[in-house]
Protein backbone atom coordinates (compact mmCIF):
# COMPACT_ATOMS: atom_id res chain seq x y z
CA UNK A 1 0.00 0.00 0.00
CA UNK A 2 2.16 2.72 -1.42
CA UNK A 3 -0.92 5.42 -0.82
CA UNK A 4 -0.70 7.03 2.97
CA UNK A 5 -3.89 8.68 2.53
CA UNK A 6 -5.91 5.60 1.40
CA UNK A 7 -4.11 3.04 3.87
CA UNK A 8 -5.34 6.04 6.39
CA UNK A 9 -8.69 5.58 5.53
CA UNK A 10 -9.22 1.93 5.36
CA UNK A 11 -7.54 1.53 8.76
CA UNK A 12 -9.43 4.05 10.15
CA UNK A 13 -12.91 2.86 8.75
CA UNK A 14 -12.18 -0.88 8.91
CA UNK A 15 -11.23 0.06 13.03
CA UNK A 16 -14.99 1.77 13.23
CA UNK A 17 -16.38 -1.00 11.45
CA UNK A 18 -14.94 -3.25 14.19
CA UNK A 19 -15.93 -1.17 16.89
CA UNK A 20 -19.53 -1.44 15.90
CA UNK A 21 -19.60 -5.00 14.91
CA UNK A 22 -21.17 -5.88 18.10
CA UNK A 23 -24.62 -3.98 16.28
CA UNK A 24 -24.32 -6.40 13.39
CA UNK A 25 -24.77 -9.37 15.99
CA UNK A 26 -27.15 -7.85 17.93
CA UNK A 27 -29.47 -6.55 15.19
CA UNK A 28 -28.67 -9.31 12.27
CA UNK A 29 -27.47 -12.31 13.46
CA UNK A 30 -28.85 -12.77 17.18
CA UNK A 31 -31.99 -10.43 16.79
CA UNK A 32 -32.01 -8.02 19.69
CA UNK A 33 -33.55 -10.15 22.41
CA UNK A 34 -31.73 -13.47 21.97
CA UNK A 35 -28.25 -11.13 22.17
CA UNK A 36 -29.50 -9.62 25.22
CA UNK A 37 -29.80 -13.20 26.82
CA UNK A 38 -26.45 -14.08 25.60
CA UNK A 39 -23.99 -14.55 28.13
CA UNK A 40 -21.70 -11.47 28.54
CA UNK A 41 -18.09 -12.97 28.20
CA UNK A 42 -19.43 -15.12 25.38
CA UNK A 43 -20.96 -12.03 23.71
CA UNK A 44 -17.67 -10.40 24.21
CA UNK A 45 -15.36 -13.62 23.03
CA UNK A 46 -17.65 -13.50 20.04
CA UNK A 47 -16.97 -9.83 19.22
CA UNK A 48 -13.51 -9.63 19.93
CA UNK A 49 -12.11 -11.97 18.16
CA UNK A 50 -14.50 -11.22 14.97
CA UNK A 51 -12.56 -8.06 15.62
CA UNK A 52 -9.35 -9.34 15.70
CA UNK A 53 -9.96 -11.63 12.83
CA UNK A 54 -11.15 -8.78 10.65
CA UNK A 55 -8.26 -6.60 11.46
CA UNK A 56 -5.62 -9.40 10.26
CA UNK A 57 -7.39 -10.01 7.14
CA UNK A 58 -7.42 -6.42 6.74
CA UNK A 59 -3.32 -6.40 7.14
CA UNK A 60 -2.96 -8.87 5.37
CA UNK A 61 -4.74 -7.76 2.19
CA UNK A 62 -2.65 -4.79 2.56
CA UNK A 63 0.86 -6.04 3.25
CA UNK A 64 0.55 -9.57 2.26
CA UNK A 65 3.00 -11.58 3.34
CA UNK A 66 4.51 -8.65 5.35
CA UNK A 67 1.23 -8.18 7.75
CA UNK A 68 3.02 -9.58 10.78
CA UNK A 69 5.84 -7.84 10.89
CA UNK A 70 3.47 -4.75 10.20
CA UNK A 71 1.75 -5.35 13.17
CA UNK A 72 4.52 -6.01 15.21
CA UNK A 73 3.79 -9.74 16.01
CA UNK A 74 6.94 -10.41 14.10
CA UNK A 75 9.64 -10.93 16.92
CA UNK A 76 10.21 -10.32 20.33
CA UNK A 77 7.16 -12.96 22.51
CA UNK A 78 10.03 -14.50 25.14
CA UNK A 79 11.37 -11.15 26.09
CA UNK A 80 8.11 -9.14 26.46
CA UNK A 81 6.64 -12.01 28.59
CA UNK A 82 9.94 -12.18 30.59
CA UNK A 83 10.07 -8.14 30.88
CA UNK A 84 6.64 -7.22 31.18
CA UNK A 85 5.93 -10.31 34.06
CA UNK A 86 9.20 -8.89 36.57
CA UNK A 87 7.64 -5.08 35.32
CA UNK A 88 4.61 -6.32 37.11
CA UNK A 89 5.61 -8.20 39.88
CA UNK A 90 5.18 -5.20 42.36
CA UNK A 91 1.64 -5.22 41.89
CA UNK A 92 1.21 -9.01 42.07
CA UNK A 93 3.01 -9.08 45.68
CA UNK A 94 1.34 -5.82 46.93
CA UNK A 95 -1.99 -6.54 45.98
CA UNK A 96 -1.13 -10.01 47.49
CA UNK A 97 -0.88 -8.30 50.67
CA UNK A 98 -3.58 -5.88 50.17
CA UNK A 99 -6.46 -8.42 49.34
CA UNK A 100 -5.20 -11.60 51.46
CA UNK A 101 -3.82 -13.46 48.73
CA UNK A 102 -7.00 -14.55 47.30
CA UNK A 103 -6.77 -14.32 43.52
CA UNK A 104 -8.80 -16.06 40.93
CA UNK A 105 -6.61 -18.70 38.94
CA UNK A 106 -9.44 -19.84 36.88
CA UNK A 107 -8.94 -20.17 33.24
CA UNK A 108 -11.83 -17.98 32.46
CA UNK A 109 -9.78 -15.37 34.01
CA UNK A 110 -6.67 -15.89 32.41
CA UNK A 111 -8.83 -15.54 28.92
CA UNK A 112 -10.59 -12.49 29.74
CA UNK A 113 -7.48 -10.76 31.10
CA UNK A 114 -4.40 -12.01 28.87
CA UNK A 115 -6.04 -12.70 25.56
CA UNK A 116 -9.45 -10.06 25.74
CA UNK A 117 -7.82 -7.14 27.54
CA UNK A 118 -4.01 -7.58 27.49
CA UNK A 119 -3.58 -8.64 23.36
CA UNK A 120 -6.92 -7.69 22.27
CA UNK A 121 -6.70 -4.20 23.39
CA UNK A 122 -3.07 -3.61 22.38
CA UNK A 123 -3.87 -5.59 18.98
CA UNK A 124 -6.54 -3.46 18.22
CA UNK A 125 -5.89 0.38 19.44
CA UNK A 126 -1.67 -0.43 19.71
CA UNK A 127 -0.79 -2.34 16.76
CA UNK A 128 -3.94 -1.84 14.02
CA UNK A 129 -4.70 1.55 15.21
CA UNK A 130 -2.05 3.70 15.85
CA UNK A 131 0.63 1.46 14.86
CA UNK A 132 -0.27 1.11 10.98
CA UNK A 133 -0.90 5.15 11.33
CA UNK A 134 2.17 5.75 12.42
CA UNK A 135 4.23 3.94 11.32
CA UNK A 136 3.20 3.45 7.28
CA UNK A 137 0.76 6.45 7.06
CA UNK A 138 2.88 8.57 8.14
CA UNK A 139 0.80 10.30 10.64
CA UNK A 140 3.11 12.18 13.55
CA UNK A 141 2.97 10.69 17.08
CA UNK A 142 0.58 12.84 18.54
CA UNK A 143 -2.22 12.30 15.76
CA UNK A 144 -1.98 8.42 15.76
CA UNK A 145 -1.63 8.57 19.51
CA UNK A 146 -4.10 11.24 19.67
CA UNK A 147 -6.81 8.81 17.48
CA UNK A 148 -6.33 5.92 19.22
CA UNK A 149 -6.77 7.27 22.57
CA UNK A 150 -9.90 8.75 22.23
CA UNK A 151 -11.39 5.66 21.29
CA UNK A 152 -9.63 3.91 24.26
CA UNK A 153 -10.57 6.26 26.54
CA UNK A 154 -14.15 6.16 25.42
CA UNK A 155 -14.63 2.10 25.43
CA UNK A 156 -13.45 2.39 29.12
CA UNK A 157 -16.37 4.88 30.20
CA UNK A 158 -18.74 2.14 31.60
CA UNK A 159 -16.92 1.91 34.48
CA UNK A 160 -17.85 5.82 35.42
CA UNK A 161 -20.75 6.20 37.60
CA UNK A 162 -21.42 10.08 37.30
CA UNK A 163 -19.85 12.83 35.25
CA UNK A 164 -16.96 13.48 37.23
CA UNK A 165 -15.97 10.00 37.37
CA UNK A 166 -16.28 9.46 33.01
CA UNK A 167 -13.88 12.48 32.72
CA UNK A 168 -11.23 10.83 35.25
CA UNK A 169 -11.86 7.34 33.65
CA UNK A 170 -11.51 8.76 30.18
CA UNK A 171 -8.57 11.07 31.28
CA UNK A 172 -6.84 8.35 33.08
CA UNK A 173 -7.25 5.73 30.37
CA UNK A 174 -6.70 7.92 27.07
CA UNK A 175 -3.42 9.17 28.91
CA UNK A 176 -2.41 5.51 29.84
CA UNK A 177 -3.37 4.71 26.05
CA UNK A 178 -0.55 7.51 24.87
CA UNK A 179 1.78 5.92 26.91
CA UNK A 180 1.60 2.22 26.12
CA UNK A 181 1.62 3.69 22.39
CA UNK A 182 4.98 4.97 23.57
CA UNK A 183 6.13 1.26 25.00
CA UNK A 184 5.26 0.16 21.53
CA UNK A 185 7.27 2.59 20.01
CA UNK A 186 10.36 1.97 22.27
CA UNK A 187 10.44 -1.68 22.38
CA UNK A 188 9.66 -1.62 18.43
CA UNK A 189 6.98 -4.86 18.95
CA UNK A 190 3.72 -5.62 20.71
CA UNK A 191 4.82 -8.07 22.45
CA UNK A 192 6.06 -6.39 26.20
CA UNK A 193 3.21 -4.13 25.49
CA UNK A 194 0.17 -6.61 25.47
CA UNK A 195 1.61 -8.92 28.03
CA UNK A 196 2.24 -5.47 30.13
CA UNK A 197 -1.56 -4.77 29.85
CA UNK A 198 -2.63 -8.42 30.62
CA UNK A 199 -0.19 -8.82 33.43
CA UNK A 200 -2.12 -5.53 34.89
CA UNK A 201 -5.31 -6.36 34.33
CA UNK A 202 -4.75 -10.21 35.41
CA UNK A 203 -3.33 -8.84 38.80
CA UNK A 204 -5.94 -6.23 39.10
CA UNK A 205 -8.51 -8.08 38.16
CA UNK A 206 -7.72 -11.49 39.82
CA UNK A 207 -7.98 -10.37 43.35
CA UNK A 208 -11.38 -8.25 42.38
CA UNK A 209 -10.01 -4.71 43.05
CA UNK A 210 -13.43 -3.31 43.51
CA UNK A 211 -12.14 0.69 42.49
CA UNK A 212 -12.84 1.88 39.00
CA UNK A 213 -9.65 1.80 36.83
CA UNK A 214 -8.53 5.41 38.47
CA UNK A 215 -7.83 3.24 41.59
CA UNK A 216 -7.52 4.12 45.20
CA UNK A 217 -4.40 5.30 47.39
CA UNK A 218 -2.25 1.46 48.28
CA UNK A 219 -3.55 0.29 44.86
CA UNK A 220 -2.12 2.82 42.71
CA UNK A 221 1.41 2.94 45.02
CA UNK A 222 1.87 -0.43 43.60
CA UNK A 223 0.51 0.27 39.94
CA UNK A 224 2.57 2.89 39.31
CA UNK A 225 5.89 1.51 40.80
CA UNK A 226 5.31 -1.00 38.01
CA UNK A 227 4.93 1.52 35.52
CA UNK A 228 7.99 3.01 36.81
CA UNK A 229 9.75 -0.25 36.29
CA UNK A 230 8.02 -0.28 32.40
CA UNK A 231 9.28 3.66 32.04
CA UNK A 232 12.58 3.31 33.16
CA UNK A 233 13.85 0.11 30.67
CA UNK A 234 11.76 1.35 27.96
CA UNK A 235 13.87 4.15 27.70
CA UNK A 236 16.95 2.62 28.54
CA UNK A 237 16.42 0.40 25.69
CA UNK A 238 14.76 2.99 23.68
CA UNK A 239 18.25 5.22 23.81
CA UNK A 240 20.45 2.22 23.53
CA UNK A 241 18.77 1.38 19.58
CA UNK A 242 18.91 4.57 18.64
CA UNK A 243 14.84 5.35 18.86
CA UNK A 244 14.72 7.55 21.81
CA UNK A 245 14.24 10.94 20.21
CA UNK A 246 11.07 11.98 18.45
CA UNK A 247 12.38 14.66 16.27
CA UNK A 248 10.48 14.06 12.79
CA UNK A 249 7.94 12.34 14.57
CA UNK A 250 5.47 14.01 16.57
CA UNK A 251 3.59 15.98 13.98
CA UNK A 252 4.43 13.87 11.07
CA UNK A 253 6.52 10.29 11.01
CA UNK A 254 9.29 11.04 7.90
CA UNK A 255 9.95 7.77 8.40
CA UNK A 256 6.94 6.26 7.80
CA UNK A 257 7.92 3.26 5.38
CA UNK A 258 5.82 1.27 2.79
CA UNK A 259 6.97 -2.80 3.64
Not at 215 to 243: D, Q
Amino acid sequence: MKNKILLSVIVVLVYLLCKNIKYFYGYVVFGPEAWNLLDHNMAITLVNYSQMLIMLVTAWLLFRNKAVEALGLHTGFLEGLIKAFLFTLPMFIGYAFLFDFKFDYSLSAFHRYMILAGFFEEFAYRAFLFGLLFFFAGWGFVSAALIASVFFGMGHLYQANDVQGAIAVFLFTALGSAGFAWFYLAWKNIWMVAFLHGFMDAAWGMVNVQDNVTGSLWVNIFRFTTLGLAIYFSVKKAKAENNYSMKGRWWRNTDARIL
